[in-house]
Every structure is written in structure tokens, then in C-alpha cells.
């Protein structure tokens, strides 16, 4: 079975310093790798994808993330963040050649000016 | 991308009533998604919709408690029945356009159930 691990629930972040959402994941066999991001009461919307490839994907908004297959981690990092990126991201995995989405339990990112 | 709307945006509900939430996607998917966020949790798949079968639920989800309709290639509902507090969170909708492809969601549906 597949699980997702999200460690940090709760990151504050001053503005413009560097932040790191960690995450983890369990699976026997290949999978797909998602982060989103969740602003308040919206939807959510894809931040980046690992599907195959270079390890290190670059998303929207500056984000970028790394797939690392020995530790079976996915962090996501920006080096310089803002206000607006206050929000919940959470990182999921599907397997491949299925559509069915695990999601982590999610990291609230505060940003303080 | 694909553009989905989810109606109603919100709700209060009194328990032991139904709710019938609606999606409409802007283009045909094969498969539409329900998925639940209950407060302070993720999200969790309820059911895959298929349309001209019947749904397919994920463990712990029945149909009883989740009908879902799916009559063409851009619309589906989901119904919580006979609600309780229990079933306050946020439901969305989910396509996909190719496996290995992202995910679109709806801006969901805030249920609180009183």
C-alpha cells in the first residue's frame, strides 16, 4: 500500500528567507509525484510533478523539489519566499498507471513580514 | 488544463437531511473523483466515477451513505445522506486528462452539518 508522510504540520517562515516542506513517501512499486498547494478557501492547484527523469522538478511560483529514490523523499523548497505563499501544500503520489491520488496530511506555510 | 465548477460553494445542513453536490467539468474526462477533507485532515478519496457504470468506493465509503451520478462525460453529483456532524468537511471533484497527468480539482464544497 501506498502512505504519504508530511513531518511538519506547521511551518513559519519569515518573508524572503528559504523554507523546506518536507515529504516522504512508502510504496513497493513505482509512483508518480505531486505537490499542491491549497490557499485559502480555493481549490487546489498543482505546484509540480515528478513523473520520470531529473530528480529535480521546478514548479510555478518559484518552488522547485527533488525526488530522491533512496530516501523516498520528495522536499519541496523555495529559496526566497513572500506573503503570498501563505497557504496548506500537500504532497501526494499515485502509482503509475492509475489515477488515484494519496495525499499527506498536509504542511500549513505561514509567512511572516 | 480543465476548468470545474462545483456547486454549492457552501451549505449548512440540518443532520438526517441530504445534500447533493454538483460537478461540471468545461471538457469530457473519463473519470471523475470525489474526495473528502475532513477539518484539519487531508484529503481522501470517497469514490471514482465512471460514467455509464456504476462508482467505484474506496474502503470505509458505501453507496448508501455516498450516491453518485454520473449521466454524461462532463457532469457528476455526489449526495451525503442522512448527514451528521460527522460529515461537516470540504468535498471536492477531481479529473484527470491522462494518466500520469495532474490532478484539476473544484474550489470545493464546505459542508457543515448541524
Known amino acids: 500500500a501506498q502512505s504519504v508522510t508530511q513531518l511538519d504540520s506547521q511551518v513559519p517562515v519569515f518573508e524572503e528567507a528559504p523554507v523546506e516542506l518536507r515529504c516522504n513517501y512508502s510504496?513497493?512499486?513505482?509512483?508518480?509525484l505531486f505537490w499542491y498547494v491549497q490557499y485559502p478557501n480555493q481549490g487546489l492547484q498543482l505546484l509540480l510533478k515528478?513523473?520520470?527523469?531529473?530528480?529535480l522538478v521546478k514548479g510555478i511560483n518559484g518552488f522547485e523539489a527533488e525526488f530522491n529514490k533512496s530516501q523516498t523523499s520528495f522536499h519541496l523548497r523555495k529559496p526566497s519566499v513572500h506573503i503570498s505563499d501563505t497557504a496548506e501544500y500537500f504532497c501526494?503520489?499515485?502509482?503509475?498507471?492509475?489515477?488515484?491520488?494519496?495525499f499527506g496530511t498536509g504542511t500549513r506555510l505561514t509567512v511572516i513580514p | 488544463s480543465a476548468v470545474i465548477s462545483q456547486k454549492p460553494s457552501r451549505d449548512i445542513c440540518q443532520r438526517g437531511t441530504s445534500l447533493t453536490i454538483q460537478c461540471q467539468v468545461d471538457?469530457?474526462?473519463?473519470?471523475m473523483f470525489w474526495y473528502r477533507q475532513q477539518p484539519g485532515q487531508s484529503l481522501t478519496l470517497i469514490a471514482t466515477?465512471?460514467?455509464?457504470?456504476?462508482?467505484?468506493?474506496e474502503s470505509g465509503f458505501v453507496i448508501d451513505k455516498f450516491p453518485i451520478s454520473r449521466p454524461n462525460l462532463t457532469f457528476s453529483t455526489l449526495t451525503v445522506s442522512n448527514m451528521s456532524p460527522e460529515d461537516s468537511s470540504i468535498y471536492l471533484c477531481?479529473?484527470?486528462?491522462?494518466?500520469?497527468?495532474?490532478?484539476?480539482f473544484g474550489q470545493g464544497t464546505r459542508l457543515t452539518v448541524v
Open positions: 466515477a465512471n460514467q455509464g457504470s456504476e462508482a467505484t468506493y
Open positions: 471538457s469530457q474526462v473519463t473519470m
Open positions: 501526494a503520489v499515485s502509482l503509475t498507471g492509475a489515477n488515484n491520488l494519496f
Open positions: 515528478y513523473l520520470s527523469g531529473s530528480t
Open positions: 477531481s479529473v484527470y486528462r491522462a494518466v500520469g497527468t495532474e490532478a484539476f
Open positions: 510504496s513497493s512499486v513505482s509512483v508518480y
